[in-house]
């Protein structure tokens, strides 16, 4: 049965930012999992030209059988590839226009290989396509764009599955960043859409902008002499990119530009674009490949593994996660009215961060807190009396896709670090740029751990839980007794006190309630996860 779509991509197995086969593999496996849910998987293929890869993609990434049936890999030879790229490291119209070129479906979208689909996102497209919805535009002559929302890059970089980027995004993709299109360019879009019958008419994109930008433009250009484009994301057609870079910095990368000169012809006039003539091989994915990570859960695990505790012991007492914690205490008190306990807290890392020096390690519960955010990166965080500390301030500001669910009595007199709901929820906003969901539950910690199976029960484990402000171990006794049900795999909790002698009980009350547990000791404060 013919597609009534072909996807189109292109790619090397490389190490194309960063891991370019998780990247690939995530984006295929996530379409046909969206597919399956609408069972739509007989309507779209994903055509991949794989570009001179010395072992091919098809036999290198890890699909799932879904996956595996609607993708087809057009293979380029590496002598082939070389050829035709010049001096350029990977000429993107050649590689797209060989893609289409053998793309079956009566509509043919180029989009990115690290785009997602979502179910109602294929629903939307497919009742267009199929002439169930209307947009005002003939499909048949209409270039279909469509601007995309960010998922971060820091939620990338612990390998989620498949299945957890559907949570996130069911649950949070509203609050990620929006890019919206150039007026008249209509980029950067997230797929570029038209009837088969217009990408032959054009020859597709102009084969000699081998180098970077201007390809798609050039391509647009020509395309809206004659027809109107319309953005898809008015259509209830949402994309989601995994970013690249650190806030989508990508100012690392230099290379050689296309020149920006504006078409004055509708078609290119090759007659030989994407590889007309030539006999190329169409595999399917071997499904042999295991992927690195499992999930975020077993990437996670295995980074607690691979340091060990006294790997743990010596990254928490790194003076830069002094700095990380400093850099937060301002930004609050930047907001915060300052209260006695912000003063103190501010005044006493001061001090601390002039005496501490390599001779002298040491670490704390706001340090632990900065290292668990930034090398654990939790997608899942408990915070147990989270307006006792500025801790759940600091995890979000140093990992901001973290969803947080946050107990806290919230009352207004209480002397806490940040006691009002609103307070903490308005320096979210404003100081962490969290990009992910918070849910308040009220109480204390030991009222409301007594229900929390309950109250949470859709809810995922959790990756990170933390509490503060410890004086006495019978507080956080219904915490450690029900950690084991809470933490994920590779997951960590992490305890604060307000004494040397509130840990040392601390320390004794978790090794005779979890004797499998690994304890991590630090100054006023406790590390415990699932090493041993």
Known sequence: MKPLLSLIVGGRNDTYMGDFLWRLGTAINFLAESLERINALSQVELVVCDWGSTTPLHNALALSPAGR???????????????????????????????????????????????????????????????????????????????????????????PASCELHQYIDAHGSMLPYEPLIPGFATPSGLAL??????????????????????????????????????????????????????????????????????????????????????????????????????????????????????????????????????????????????????????????????????????????????????LKPLHYLALDAGATDVPI??????????????????????????????????????TQHASQVRFLSGSAAETMQDLASRLETHPRFDLITMGAIDNPSRASTAIEQLPSLLSLGGVALFGTTSEAAAVALHERIRKSLPHFTIIRGNQALLVCGLS
């Open 69 to 159: 049936s609607i993708a087809r890999f057009v293979i380029v030879p590496p002598d082939m590839a070389a050829a035709a790229q010049l001096d350029s490291p990977f000429p993107i119209p050649i590689v797209q226009n060989v893609a289409i070129r053998r793309s079956r479906g009566d509509f043919i979208a180029q989009t990115d290989s690290d785009i997602l689909f979502r179910p109602q996102t294929l629903l939307a497209l497919l009742d267009i396509l199929s002439g169930s919805r209307a947009i005002g535009v003939d499909l048949h002559k209409a270039l279909m764009v469509c601007s995309r929302r960010h998922i971060p890059y820091r939620l990338a970089e612990c390998y």
């Open 194 to 375: 038209l009837h088969r019958s217009l990408w032959e008419e054009t020859c597709g994109y102009d084969e000699k902008l081998i180098y970077w930008g201007w390809m798609e433009i050039d391509l647009y250009l020509r395309l809206t002499q004659r027809f109107q484009w319309v953005d898809l994301d008015n259509h209830g057609v949402h994309l989601f990119h995994i970013e690249h870079y650190p806030r989508r910095d990508s100012s690392t990368q230099t290379r050689k530009m296309n020149p920006m000169e504006v078409p004055s012809e509708f078609s290119t006039g090759n007659s030989n674009w994407g590889f007309a003539g030539a006999q190329l091989e169409i595999a399917s994915a071997t499904g042999t490949a295991s992927p690195e990570y499992q999930n975020s859960a077993s990437w996670r695990a295995k980074q607690l593994q691979a340091r060990g505790a006294d790997g743990i012991s010596r990254e928490l007492c790194q003076l830069s996660l002094v700095e990380e914690v400093l850099e937060t205490l301002r930004h609050i008190g930047q907001y915060l009215t300052p209260t006695p306990e912000m003063s103190q807290a501010l005044s006493q890392y001061e001090i601390e961060f002039g005496l501490r020096h390599p001779e002298r390690p040491s670490w704390d519960f706001r340090s632990a807190a900065a290292w668990c955010a930034s090398e």
């Open 394 to 431: 600091q995890i979000a500001r140093k990992y901001n896709p973290v969803s947080i669910v946050a107990v806290e009595s919230w009352k207004p007199h209480a002397p806490r670090m940040i006691g009002r709901l609103e307070t903490f929820s308005e320096i979210l906003k404003s100081r």
